[in-house]
């Protein structure tokens, strides 16, 4: 339901909604609750929408794909709508064969029940330990203590509810005035781990009550999923679970958007606006991480070239590890150009570190190492490389890698 208590501040275009949430856009509500999967912390999530909502979704690249995923690829399939998601956290349901499957279904006929929805409307997700099968008893029981659907602002609960080794909620809203109407796009995330480029550990749930073409929505979602999701990186792997879901229940009432319409846009921009706040929250909040890492590269050939570079260099664990130290060792970013498998020509490599320029023309610009490890205590760096080849250029996010990355990970399932 709509958040009355909200300030604004601008973003471009649109209007920042300061506390807004999943529940923020008309027709949504959103929460959370603890059904016994974790020892103490929420476990079951659930958003839902007061009339089918418009849906698409983007999906990990990743060859084992999740119980879950697959009952949510077949519901949005069967009509391009969704009115529900049902979300558990602490257990993946991937690698589970058959029973696992059935799981999910169980979870879906489950939740459609508890809420008289129809079960090709509902969409399941999870997230955790992989290779265990769910209780799949305390997820039913938990389920069926779900009620009060639309009453109040339950969405920090639903925030809280999916998160694994994150160590803080990702939310972001925004607003803008499209023709006479406002239009609202939130979204809510969690990620922290196995998080790498082409839809990783990471899950996206992005409202809006924008009226708009089924077809329309699904291409500004790929379009920006590409541009957000897909450029952050946190320690290379790539988990079996994790998707964004987008839905758009139309109750702004505003004219029916179009990809012709000269709105649609604008619509897109608010929808990078908020995929790209949550996906710099999630590489911000990296397991173990200290600090955000931004890295931009300019002058490729192509765009693919210069998203292949940043993402290659934000993924380096040398590099990432220099950062964590407050090294400025430009060596390794030089080496992680070097072997990200563009064609490119060394003596015509700048880079910075921050403000300060450390290579010219392929060799040490001859820099203050003091000024640079001065900014490199920061707790966001950015990194610009310009390659001297063409015109494009792209941006990449992950995060430093410290002592405690491999802490947790190596204690993840005790």
């Known amino acids: 339901m709509m958040n009355t208590n909200l300030t604004v501040k601008e973003v471009k275009s649109w209007i920042k909604v300061e506390g807004g949430s999943v529940s923020s856009p008309i027709g949504f509500s959103a929460g959370g609750l603890h059904c016994g999967i974790k020892r103490k912390r929420k476990d079951l999530g659930w958003i839902y929408c007061s009339v089918p909502a418009i849906s698409t979704a983007v999906y990990t690249t990743n060859l084992f794909q999740a119980a879950p995923l697959k009952v949510t690829k077949e ?11 049902i979300v558990n956290s602490g257990n993946a349901n991937s690698c589970t064969g058959d029973e696992g499957l059935q799981h ?26 992989i290779g265990e099968q769910l209780p799949i008893n305390k997820i039913l029981n938990g389920i069926e203590k779900i009620t009060g659907l639309e009453e109040g602002n339950k969405a920090p609960e639903f925030e809280e509810a999916i998160l694994t080794t994150d160590t803080f909620t990702k939310n972001e809203c925004l607003q803008v005035k499209l023709k006479d109407k406002t239009i609202t796009i939130a979204g809510a995330a969690k990620g ?19 009226h708009i073409e089924q077809g329309a929505l699904e291409k500004a979602l790929k379009s920006v999923t590409d541009q957000t999701f897909n450029m952050i990186t946190v320690d290379g792997d790539t988990s079996t679970n994790d998707m964004v879901i987008t839905m758009a229940s139309g109750l702004a009432h505003n004219e029916l958007l179009q990809e012709d319409d000269p709105e649609y846009p604008l619509f897109v921009e ?40 940043s993402k290659t260099i934000v993924g380096s664990s040398l590099v990432k590890t220099a950062i964590f130290g407050e090294d400025a060792n430009w060596g390794r970013i030089v080496s992680a150009i070097g072997y990200s498998g563009i ?59 410290s002592y405690d990355y ?4 190596a204690s993840y399932r005790t």
């Not at 169980?106 to 939740?111: N, V």
């Not at 079960?119 to 330990?129: K, L, M």
């Open 75 to 85: 519901s949005i399939g069967s009509n391009g709508k969704l009115q529900g998601i």
């Open 104 to 129: 999910a279904y169980m979870m879906r006929s489950a939740f459609a029940k508890q809420t008289g929805l129809e079960e090709e409307d509902v969409a399941v997700v999870s997230t955790g330990v």
């Open 192 to 210: 922290s781990g196995m998080i790498h480029p082409n839809m990783a550990t990471m899950l996206g749930f992005i409202t809006t009550d924008v």
């Open 270 to 309: 608010g929808l990078q606006e908020v995929a790209l706040s949550l996906a710099k929250q999630i590489a911000r909040d990296g397991e173990g991480a200290t600090k955000l890492i931004e890295v931009t590269v300019e002058g490729s050939l192509t765009e693919q070239d210069a998203q292949n570079i």
């Open 343 to 401: 064609h490119i020509d060394p003596n015509s490599i700048r880079v910075s570190i921050g403000p300060i320029k450390v290579v010219e023309n392929g060799f040490s610009y001859g820099f203050s190492e003091e000024e640079a490890k001065s900014y490199l205590s920061n707790e966001e760096i950015k990194i610009f490389v310009h390659i001297g080849a063409g015109n494009e250029k792209a941006t990449a996010w992950g995060c430093d890698l």
């Open 406 to 409: 491999v802490r947790i990970n």
